[in-house]
C-alpha cells in the first residue's frame, strides 16, 4: 500500500530509526522490538530516544518542495479508466490545497530525453490558480530521462530555503541512458539538506523499475512509495502534509494528540500505539 495509517510502536529502551521506508532496528538488522516489520510511516523520523524517560521525536514537513512528475509517453496509458497522467494531475492539484502555507513549492516535469520543463519556480506561496493551470497543460511524450530531471533539480533548489524535499513520481524507469541513482547521490552530495522520496505509480510487475526507484529513494535517506491506483497516489503524495496522531497507553485510554512536526510527547518506557492520521 502506498500508506499505512497505522505504526505500533513499543517505547522500550533501545534506539530505533526510520530510513528508505522501512522501519529498523539501531543495529540494522529488521525491525526491532515491538516494531511493526515494514510498516510505513507517513514521514521519516518517528525516533525513539531513551534520555530517563523516552520521547517521541517526530520530524517537520521540508521547507522546501519541488514535485518531479513523469510525463513520459507511458503516462498515457490508463488506470482505473482514467489516463495516468490525468490522475496525477487531479492529485498533485488536491495536494497543492493541503501543502503548509509557509512551505515553498515548485514543480518539474520530465519526459522525452534531454526534455524537462519547469512547471513553477519553488517559491513561498505560489499562485495556486496559476500554478493548477500549468499543471492542468501537461501532456505525455517520448520517453523517461530520470537522470537528466535531477541533475536540473539542483538549479532548481538554488535560492530555495531550509531542508528540501523531492516527491518524485514515475511509472517506469530510466529510458534515456541516464543513472539516476548517480544523479540523485551527487545532488545530495552538492550540500543540500535534501532527501528524494519516490512513488513509483502503477507499475505493475515491472520489478527492475521498481528496484531502481528504490534505489534513488535509498540513496537519498528518502522513502519509497508503490502506487497502483487513484487512492494509493494521493496517499504517497500526503507525505508532504501535516499529519495529525494520536497516542494510546496499553490499556487503550489516549495519552497524548499531536501533529507531526510540532513538538512531540515524553512518555514513560511501556507498549504505546501510535495512530497517525493520513487523511488530513
Known sequence: AAGLNRAYLSLNPGHFRKQSGLVSGADGHGAGQGIAAGTDLPDKGLILQPAGELSLSLSRAPDSLLIMLDTSSSMGEFIEGQLKIDVAKTVIIDLLDSLPASMYVGMRSFGGCGHSEVISKIVSEPNHEWFKTQVLAMTPRGATPLAYALNLAKDDFAE?????????????????????????????????????????????SDNKAREQLMEIAKTTNGLYFDANNTAELRAALSVVTAFGYTVYDAAGNVVYTGTLGDQGPKLPAGAYRVVIHTSP
Not at 163 to 171: A, Q
Not at 174 to 186: K, L, N, S, W
Request: net charge negative; hydrophobic share 40%.
Open 160 to 204: 530555495a530555503p531550509g531542508t528540501k524535499l523531492i516527491l518524485l513520481v514515475s511509472d517506469g524507469m530510466e529510458t534515456c541512458g541516464g543513472d539516476p541513482v548517480q544523479a540523485a547521490r551527487q545532488l545530495v552530495a552538492s550540500g543540500y539538506d535534501l532527501r528524494v522520496d519516490v512513488v513509483g505509480f502503477s507499475l505493475g
